[in-house]
């Protein structure tokens, strides 16, 4: 049971290039999202997913495109790659079990933007 | 929106002494709270979670509360060693499946 799993671990990209972050998890979770870590700011939530064809905003959406056309994978898009937007990424998954809800996350992207 | 608060942002005690982390939150609709662990440059680490129908959890050394109805969490560390220096967060899961994070508390715990 890998749980969720993050790739790449790290990547450099130039002002401008457009990447796709790759999420994946193999516990049939229906909830998945994408939060952003800076420095004193905590984790903050991009996008999220309650479902396979479902998507909507988080709270910092602007320059990342998502989509969930299987229950398994969650792709996190850059368009257009700026300094902004450098940061370490993380994807988590939100278990639920009747009452009981758990959220599992990724081992995070380190992204670099120049 | 759901607001996490975690005070203090750091903390630096001597190898033994009890930590005492604490967290709070604006909106009690809840599913759960979670406390986690994150080393310099590492990834999220899940220490103790308690539902929004539990009032405390406990493992091991760490021991943590719920107070929905206040919005408060804390967090206790009892004899803490120099293995305990991290940055520790508060994660809230509110009803509509938003996670929301504190800031964290940054500890260190002197030899």
């Known amino acids: 049971n890998a749980g969720v799993t993050q790739t790449p671990k790290f990547q450099v990209l130039k002002t401008g290039q457009s990447m796709t972050l790759q999420c994946a998890q193999d516990?049939?979770?229906?909830?998945m999202s994408w939060y952003r870590q800076d420095p004193g700011m905590g984790l903050r939530l991009i996008h999220y997913s309650v479902g396979a064809g479902i998507t909507d905003q988080g709270e910092v959406p602007n320059g990342y495109n998502v989509s969930r056309s299987t229950t398994e994978d969650f792709p996190l898009r850059l368009l257009s790659a700026a300094p902004s937007q450098t940061s370490v990424y993380f994807c988590?998954?939100?278990?639920?079990?009747?009452?009981?809800?758990?959220?599992?996350f990724g081992q995070g992207t380190r992204l670099t933007v120049v | 929106k759901q607001e996490v608060t975690q005070i203090p942002a750091a903390l630096s005690v001597p190898e033994g002494e009890n930590l005492v982390l604490n967290c709070s939150f604006t909106?009690?609709?809840?599913?759960?709270l979670q406390w986690f662990r994150q080393d310099p440059g590492k990834g999220l680490t899940s220490l103790l979670l308690?539902?929004?129908?539990?009032r405390e959890q406990t493992s091991g050394r760490l021991n943590a509360s719920l107070d929905k109805s206040s919005g408060r969490s804390t967090l206790y560390i009892a004899a803490s060693q120099p293995g305990d220096s991290a940055t520790y967060l508060c994660a809230v899961l509110s009803n509509d499946y938003k996670l929301s994070f504190g800031a964290g508390t940054t500890v260190t715990v002197r030899a």
């Open positions: 909106d009690s609709a809840i599913y759960n």
């Open positions: 308690i539902q929004s129908s539990q």
């Open positions: 516990m049939n979770h229906e909830y």
């Open positions: 988590a998954s939100i278990k639920r079990v009747g009452g009981d809800t758990e959220a599992f």
